[in-house]
């Protein structure tokens, strides 16, 4: 339980944050628009948001294609590691402390995570706070888009777990077993979509870097808990920051909050080479 209250602290912290930090430059309505007119807005961005998600492969172009080749490509060339990190992980879970464990589950558990999500929501409907309400409206579509995305994937590619003792390469579609749902990583896609989307409000380095920080702890327990590949962790962490992303730039285009618009902080990308497999971040 203690853990439960820890995680939705966090994230009212992070909204009260959001609220008061100076460099932020927050708005808010007039008074006069009331909670129902509020919500109808927040709704129909949120709808609005996850039909652009998945009507937007039908505009794709050539980088994009490109860009889930690589996707795929790396996501295929990171299982060649996926043995060997297990082993590293699990020769050393016993030394991993069991309250970072435990928050890692609590942090990408479903009904803990819409918990949270729901209080940043409300404090943004009482407050009548432009930037906290936009940044749950964020949350909560990409995590309806991921989590379509995810549960579809996950029964149709049909992955064994670590756990099975049935390798890495081993698939069974449409089991309707929990042990053959390894990819993706729900877990991770949850916390990476609610880390990325808040950590996107913040302009101090600092503060994105505690806030990802927190948002990593989820990933890395499922290896610890030996749930989860490590191509499973990479492949769910990019298509979480790809998702938010887009709809992020979604919400900026419809001016649907009107706040001020601001150069991007951090650009994410593929990178896939020799030596080299993963999301980059450039500051």
Known sequence: MQFKSFFITFVLVASMGLSHAQQLNLTAKDS???????????T?????????????PLHWKGDDFAKLGILIGGTASLTLADREVRRVFQSNAEDFP????DFGWYFGSPQNYFMANAGLYGFGLITKNEKVRKTSVLIISSSITTGLIQTFTKNAIGRARPGRNEGHLTFNPFAN???????????????VTMAHSIAKQFENPW?????YTVGAIPPISRLVDDAHWLSDIAFSTAVSIFVVDAIDKFLNKQDAYGLPKKEKQISWNLRFGA????????F
Do not use: C, E
Not at 44 to 56: A, C, E
Not at 98 to 101: A, I, L
Not at 275 to 282: A, E, L
């Open 32 to 42: 006069a628009q009331n909670l129902w007119q509020m919500v109808k807005q927040d």
């Open 177 to 191: 077993d929990v042990g053959y749902t390894s990819f993706p990583s729900g877990h991770t896609i949850l916390s």
């Open 207 to 211: 503060v994105k870097v505690g806030i």
């Open 275 to 282: 030596n080299q497999i993963g999301v980059v971040g450039v």
């Open 98 to 101: 069991t309250v970072v464990r």
């Open 44 to 56: 129909k961005y949120t709808l609005k948001s996850v039909g652009h998600s998945f009507t937007r």
